[in-house]
């Protein structure tokens, strides 16, 4: 047994080194001086603007976009959280907008081997070497890496950091020390922070693996549901800031996300073949995980935690793929995910379990390993090979970031007045960063618009096929994200002012006008003509419309949230609170009674 001052030498070391890792991983991305836009990317770039220049005056809460998203006041802050995007907009003000992104993506890539390294350490009760595999091979999984760093699917990527965390907290709940419960509702909580979708498939696991437990108990334990409902209760109470918005302006109130079913299948030999490439992809589990999930039935210790995790990483990534038939369950709740794939993280996670008590148990045969010596290579030649296949991993990103003749010609470059374009792909530098937000974003840019407008002219049907054709075939989009207004129905060139949350018109009309504006609206969205709230009405396109009396005028077009927001967030703070305060003061009391 190490005594506690050689634990925590060991422990600070993987930490530094973790540290260390991190910067090594995106200093040859950081160097080029380049990002490779692509997909998700202008989505959450432009969350991340809006909310850098609402800092810059002074607003420290966004909640439409007023000067991103072509400042068409959509929610997108509203509905999808973005507390752990705030560090990215906070590093513009020291760093250039290409390397705030890298060290963000540092920080992400550091947090979550962290997490992963200190769960398992708990979880196997202080297994350093065996801790540092699972976060190694959790972290730097091709698919977890396609999630961050190759794909720019920002709020998974955040969202895995927190994964591991949520399983430890549920192994105690259910099977280890319940008096842990708060492992599971703090792990719930900051996923629910990141990507509200990961605590779904999140949730259907955990039910999946509690129904096992039940099948597999002969008298269920009582004392440990209660205590699982108790944590779930403190995940809504800490969870209040992201749920009120959705209560108070989404559910019910005619607004919807684009494209709702299944789409992007893949097949299982593209799962097969993707793993052997070990590239991050979308399809790619990498060939230590791969490894595990094909010959895992032959080595893992059937009578143990072991034999659900396999089996649920094989059913996962049957799932994932094309051999369950999706297409007979679109419509129900299971087709809120979209893409499938999304299950291989779960994958990713229960075979990283297997595989790291699986070598650790080889390293234990071997007499070198039993040394002090043995063991310091042991964790030094790990990190070099894994680092070696992150690097080969992202190869495919790193050609796309490579100084030549044919990427120079895919820099981004600057619309011309009045040309419209959506951003597919293209390479961004800090001189041309601001370029990208007059595009249309390629996913994201009419989430959050009143259904109404979406199911016009078969957008949702051809969103998944052709975007451009989507955009361009709805008129209603289309003149929405075009920032068409319309003065008593002919076409304006009227344009606002832009601010943090908030749109103001100077208005000077000869006769009482009517007015359409390209700015959708939620239940708090608020009218105020000269100083005063007026009402407004729908317009055929489901944007702001009002008549305005003739004369001079100032109009202001702001979100103001609900009290209930701000009551929440002040209820989960005085909650995080005591919660770490009860965490605090239970440590004590067990350091005492030890």
């Not at 560090?87 to 992963?116: E, H, K, N």
């Not at 259907?204 to 108790?230: D, H, M, N």
Request: glycine share 6%.
């Amino acid at each position: 047994m190490l005594n506690k001052k050689n634990n925590l030498m060991i422990n600070c070391s993987i930490v530094l080194l973790f540290l260390l890792s991190a910067m090594l991983m995106v200093s040859p991305l950081m160097t080029t001086g380049r990002i490779a836009a692509q997909v998700d990317w202008l989505f959450h770039a432009s969350r991340v603007e809006q909310i850098y220049r609402n800092l810059k005056e002074g607003s420290l809460f966004t909640y439409i976009a007023t000067s991103t998203f072509q400042g068409t006041g959509v929610g997108s802050f509203l509905f999808y959280p973005v507390v752990f995007i705030y560090p990215w907009a906070l590093l513009r003000f020291v760093l250039a907008p290409v390397q705030a992104y890298y060290v963000w993506v540092a920080g992400v890539l550091f947090l979550t081997m962290l997490i992963s390294y200190f769960s398992m350490l708990s979880f196997s009760k202080n297994a350093h070497v065996r801790s540092l595999l699972f976060a190694l091979l959790y972290t730097l999984a091709p698919y977890h890496l396609y999630l961050g760093p190759a794909s720019f699917v920002i709020g998974e990527f955040v969202a895995t950091a927190f994964i591991p965390l949520v399983f430890l907290g549920f192994y105690q709940v259910i099977w280890g020390q319940r008096s842990k419960w708060y492992l599971l509702s703090i792990g719930m909580t900051l996923l629910l922070y990141s990507h509200m979708l990961s605590v779904l498939l999140t949730s259907e696991i955990l039910a999946g693996l509690l129904l096992w437990t039940l099948f597999k108990q002969k008298k269920p334990a009582w004392s440990r549901l209660v205590t699982l409902c108790v944590s779930a209760l403190v995940v809504l109470i800490l969870g209040m800031p992201i749920l009120i918005p959705l209560l108070t302006d989404y559910v019910g109130q005619g607004v919807t996300a684009t494209y709702p079913g299944v789409g992007m299948l893949q097949t299982l030999g593209e799962v097969v073949v993707a793993s052997f490439s070990n590239l991050a992809t979308s399809s790619s589990l990498g060939l230590v995980l791969l490894f595990v999930l094909l010959s895992g039935w032959k080595w893992i210790k059937k009578a143990s935690y072991e034999l659900p995790l396999y089996i649920a990483a094989v059913f996962l990534t049957l799932l994932s793929t094309s051999v369950f038939p999706w297409k007979y369950f679109n419509g129900t709740f299971l087709t809120v995910l979209q893409l499938p794939y999304r299950y291989l993280i779960y994958v990713v996670l229960f075979t990283a379990i297997l595989a790291a008590r699986g070598i650790e148990t080889f390293f234990l045969r071997q007499k070198w390993y039993l040394t002090r010596k043995g063991r310091v290579a042991t964790i030094f030649s790990l990190l070099i090979v894994m680092l070696l296949g992150y690097f080969g991993s992202i190869s495919n990103l790193t050609d796309r970031l490579a100084a030549t003749e044919k990427n120079k010609a895919t820099v981004l470059k600057k619309l011309a007045p009045g040309e419209q374009k959506i951003l597919y792909a293209g390479l961004l530098n800090n001189k041309n960063y601001q370029y990208q937000f007059d595009y249309w974003a390629q996913t994201g840019e009419v989430d959050y618009f009143p259904t109404k407008t979406l199911k016009k002219d078969h957008f949702l049907e051809y969103i998944v096929m052709d975007w451009e054709k989507a955009y361009r075939t709805n008129k209603d989009v289309y003149s929405i994200i075009s920032n068409e207004t319309y003065v008593d129905g002919k076409r304006s060139s009227l344009r606002p002012s832009a601010h943090a949350n908030r749109f103001d018109y100077t208005l000077d009309l000869a006769k009482q006008t009517t007015l359409d504006l390209p700015i959708v609206h939620y239940r708090h969205t608020v009218v105020m003509l000269d100083g005063q709230k007026v009402s407004y009405q729908n317009s055929k396109r489901q944007t702001i419309a009002l008549q305005v009396p003739k004369g001079k005028h100032q109009l202001t077009i702001s979100y103001q949230p609900s009290r209930w927001f701000f009551l929440g967030g002040k209820v989960a703070l005085v909650s995080w609170c005591l919660l770490f305060g009860w965490i605090l003061w239970d440590l004590i009391r067990q350091k005492k009674i030890q």
